[in-house]
């Protein structure tokens, strides 16, 4: 009996060609989750290594598959560090990411001739010159799509702002987590407008990478910010970067707590009554 996870793996892994992979990701819609790249990476540095042409739909369609939807994250910045995408890719790649509700894969058109797609007449969208698959787009790539948009071009940043306004929460709220990842490229007053927004911002997440770019200039501010959180996990990220701080810099009732610990550890334990 082979197990349906080492069957996909081996279709991933032994892919001969480009379009081989495609075919299988494409056709194969598999339930479980990757624990890690590997599979995804070795696939795609083993197809392009030698021969970059189709690289980026290649990349397209890894990223967007289900198969590795727990490590999108990791996975995208393997695939740019790979080296296989030039740059012009890596923009053309975190503009698809960032710029549409849905990622359009055009489909081969040896594909409509051999049948491994029917299109029904009538389906074709006007002005679409080619039959597409749309793929979902996860949030961890509109983050790294945004803070890549940015980097690169800073001048873009009001117009990524304007895109998070039109998304749904969850990419919303990724895109923005890749502007504040991007604020260290911007001027100083881009880099501390984009932090005020980020703290307020309705997502927790959001508010801790805001706050975490506020405390690499104004830590107490940071500190402030996160002890009145309404997040447990921003709270708690506050209380540990201030048990990091000395004593002295700690806030007064940090500094009052530490010093009653101290205390009472100093404390003379009771001896022993013979009378007990």
């Given at each position: 009996m082979i197990f349906p996870w080492l069957e996909d793996s081996a279709h991933i892994l032994g892919a001969a060609t480009p379009d081989a992979l495609w075919r299988y990701l494409a056709g194969n819609v598999h339930l479980r989750a990757m624990p890690n790249t590997?599979?995804?990476?070795?696939?795609?540095?083993?197809?392009?290594?030698?021969?970059?042409?189709?690289?980026?739909?290649?990349?397209?369609?890894?990223?967007?598959d289900l198969r590795w939807r727990r490590v999108t994250a990791p996975l995208i910045v393997d695939i740019e560090q790979s080296g296989i995408l030039d740059?012009?890719?890596?923009?053309?790649?975190?503009?698809?990411?960032?710029?549409?509700?849905?990622?359009?894969?055009?489909?081969?058109?040896?594909?409509?001739?051999?049948?491994?797609?029917?299109?029904?007449?009538?389906?074709?969208?006007?002005?679409?010159?080619a039959v597409v698959i749309d793929r979902m787009i996860p949030p961890?790539?509109?983050?790294w799509a945004a803070a890549?948009?940015?980097?690169?071009?800073?001048?873009?940043?009001?117009?990524?702002?304007?895109?998070?306004?039109?998304?749904?929460?969850g990419a919303g709220d990724a895109a923005m987590a890749g502007l504040l990842d991007a604020a260290v490229s911007l001027p100083p007053e881009a880099r501390e407008a984009l932090t005020e927004l980020g703290c307020a911002w309705p997502n927790g997440t959001v508010r801790l990478r805001a706050l975490k770019l506020l405390a690499e200039t104004d830590r107490e501010a940071a500190l402030r910010g996160a002890a009145d959180d309404a997040s447990a996990t921003v709270r708690a990220w506050?209380?540990?970067?201030?048990?990091?701080?000395?004593?002295?810099?700690?806030?007064?009732?940090d500094r009052a707590a530490a010093e009653h610990q101290r205390l009472t550890r100093q404390a003379p334990e009771p001896q022993p009554s013979l009378f007990d």
């Open positions: 590997f599979e995804a990476v070795c696939a795609f540095q083993r197809l392009h290594r030698d021969r970059p042409a189709h690289a980026l739909r290649s990349a397209q369609l890894i990223c967007t740059e012009g890719d890596l923009d053309q790649l975190a503009d698809g990411f960032l710029w549409e509700d849905k990622l359009a894969w055009p489909v081969p058109e040896q594909w409509l001739r051999d049948g491994t797609v029917r299109v029904k007449r009538g389906r074709h969208k006007p002005g679409r010159t961890p790539l509109r983050r890549r948009i940015v980097t690169r071009e800073p001048r873009q940043t009001a117009d990524v702002l304007v895109r998070i306004d039109g998304m749904d929460a506050g209380q540990k970067l201030a048990s990091q701080l000395p004593l002295r810099d700690r806030p007064a009732e």
